[in-house]
């Protein structure tokens, strides 16, 4: 049977950081067997884009901001956001937290059988080599370690002779395993807690409140649920040193039920991309490009692009034309 032809699909890839290249492959391979991508900056009909500059704004067609840092879109300048915020803005964003695109750790997530069961040689291990974690990391490693050795296979606090080759193997030796954001805001939740997850471990979390609605609350140890970093930890040497708490967490499904989130599907993800580069291109621009919408752009080009020019004189028109259409703003 003759394959049918792909959509070709011309799109510029701009602002994301170096390292960043495999999420954008994964992203897009949730549907390639729909459209071949050109990537191109010659008058691209789609741009995706990131937080790590502005380049975004020399391209008119249609914007898809895309995102795995804790970094909100801005719908003025995008058409249709992906991120990890819990928000709703009907058809034009789409929530994948960042978890979801390791396709080596997120298949281990939903499988419906227990995680590993036998007693681990080793209390905890961590693999962190970004040293911006805050005083709760710094305190909650140092509490712990009083009751047992972390293994710390990252370039912080490394006491395993350097860094490992193979993170999830490095934290099979151990029963529990550190999965520390290094910020905390609602929905931003990367691949931390699920690589300990996929070593079989019991993840110590700390970041996302909201983590309970990603994951099966009791699968894993939450920071946030107690009042102090003291008793956490004295939860923790407890499920410890209790055979019978431990392996019941053990064998707790990862998510809720032991099956993966709707949201989360191949096909959902796939839908939403489809659902922007199916549609009469025209019909497919969501930002305002008239009025304000050209103001607040030309504003944001001339801030980035040429700082030497005075930007006041374009803010003022911007608040004079709101003036007039008697909208008013008032900032608390």
């Known amino acids: 049977m ?11 890839i701009v602002d994301f950081a170096h390292n960043e290249g495999y999420l954008v492959k994964r992203l897009l391979s949730f549907v390639s067997d729909k459209y071949e991508f050109e990537v191109t900056e010659d008058n691209p009909d789609f741009i995706l884009h990131s937080c790590f500059g502005w380049r975004v704004l020399l391209f008119d067609g249609i914007r898809i901001f895309f995102s795995a840092e ?16 819990r928000i709703n803005f009907g058809d034009r964003f789409f929530r994948i937290p960042l978890y979801r695109l390791y396709s080596d750790t997120y298949p281990k997530l939903v499988a419906i059988k227990p995680r590993a069961s036998e007693r681990r040689p080793e209390f905890c291990s961590c693999v962190i080599s ?8 710094a305190e909650l490693f140092n509490k ?21 080759p193979d993170k999830i193997e490095f934290m099979k030796k151990a029963r529990f395993g550190l999965a520390i954001e290094n910020t905390s805001a609602p929905g931003y939740i990367t691949e931390k807690i699920a690589d300990v997850f996929a070593s079989g471990a019991i993840p110590i979390y700390f970041g996302a409140p909201d983590i309970a609605d990603d994951f099966n609350k009791n699968s894993f140890v939450n920071i946030g649920d107690y009042p102090s970093i003291d008793d956490a930890v004295k939860e923790i040497i407890e499920i410890d040193q209790n055979e019978a708490r431990y392996q019941s967490m053990v064998q707790e499904p990862v998510f809720s039920g032991g099956k993966e989130p709707c949201a989360l599907s191949d096909e959902s993800i796939a839908s939403f991309l489809s659902s922007i580069f199916d549609q009469p291109y025209e019909q497919a621009f969501r ?5 304000r919408g050209r103001l607040y752009e030309k504003a944001m080009r001339t801030a980035f692009f040429k700082p030497h020019v005075q930007v ?11 003036r007039k259409s008697k909208t008013f703003f008032h900032l608390i």
């Open 70 to 85: 804790n970094c909100s879109p801005d719908f003025n300048i995008s058409d249709y956001a992906i991120g990890m915020d």
């Open 144 to 164: 712990l370690s009083k009751y047992n050795q972390i293994i710390s296979g990252g370039k912080l606090l490394n006491n395993v002779g350097g860094r490992v």
């Open 2 to 12: 003759k394959e049918a032809m792909k959509k070709k699909i011309r799109i510029a």
């Open 312 to 322: 006041t004189r374009l803010f003022r028109e911007w608040s004079r034309s709101i």
């Open 130 to 137: 970004n040293s911006d974690r805050g005083s709760k990391f």
């Open 287 to 291: 930002r305002n490009r008239i009025a």
